[in-house]
């Protein structure tokens, strides 16, 4: 299993009145990790993908100060479907763990359509595969190759 991990530097304007940043800051975060991701696909394969959130959820585990001068992010595959992915984002700073991110996403065309991946792709995605270890039968859920 792979993970794909990059850092932020945390701007004055993520925080919210008590110092800390905001979790909708942190959610976005999230989101430009998938964005950043989605672009190493594109440099990998050639492929280019368009994706909408169909559903996010967002455990945050401790506050997030703005002084931290930068996090880290690590993204995850728990689930690829035949047009959706589940990811999963956790995000760090020397602190220890501020949040995870559980994000929906299901596959477009460029014109907007609903549309299945391509073989290449959705390989490319299995990569990234975390087993579920929540799910009843985790030890039958899809191990990576």
């Not at 596959?107 to 549309?115: E, F, N, P, V």
Request: aromatic share 6%.
């Amino acid at each position: 299993m792979l993970t794909f991990t990059t850092r932020r530097l945390i701007r004055l304007s993520d925080a919210d009145i008590r110092g800390n940043v905001h979790n909708l800051s942190i959610i976005r975060y999230a989101e430009d990790t998938a964005v950043e991701w989605v672009c190493v696909l594109r440099d990998e394969l050639g492929l280019q993908t368009y994706w909408c959130a169909v559903g996010v959820q967002a455990e945050f585990t401790r506050p997030l100060p703005w002084t931290i001068p930068e996090i880290q992010l690590a993204l995850r595959a728990e689930k690829v479907g035949r047009a959706s992915l589940h990811l999963v984002t956790s995000i760090s700073s020397p602190l220890g763990d501020h949040a995870q991110v559980r994000t929906r996403v299901m596959r477009l065309d460029a014109s907007g359509t609903r549309t299945t991946m391509t073989p290449d792709e959705r390989a490319w995605y299995q990569r990234y595969l975390a087993q579920d270890t929540s799910h009843p039968d985790a030890a039958r859920v899809l191990q990576p190759s």
